[in-house]
């Protein structure tokens, strides 16, 4: 009976030396989709595994006193200086605030991993 010619379906061979070469991926190409999803895992463990800064907490708080600052002038009759006060005394209490949440919640994420913070 005669054989079909059918493609060998190893994942490794060895050469003369007798080492074993891996051949490049043998499984199946990831679609678009899970592309995507993969990438936005990736990124999503890393931003929450990275240590929290200053100047990150900086931004956050410069964010949200924009926020409060052109809600007050909206709701204020536009008492601008009122507005202005406001937010930069928000900004000044959500920098530290804001910086040691982030710590303390970074902290608590790398000893559930089991990680030393």
Known sequence: MAQTKRKRR???????????????????????DEKKKQTREESRMRRLNTQPTWRSAFNRALLAGGFMFIFLLLTSKGNIVAAAVFAVVSIGLYVPGGFYLETYLWRRRMRKQGLKP
């Open 10 to 32: 190893t994942k490794h061979r060895g050469n003369a030396a007798g080492t074993i070469e891996t051949r490049g991926r043998t499984g199946r190409p990831l679609t678009g």
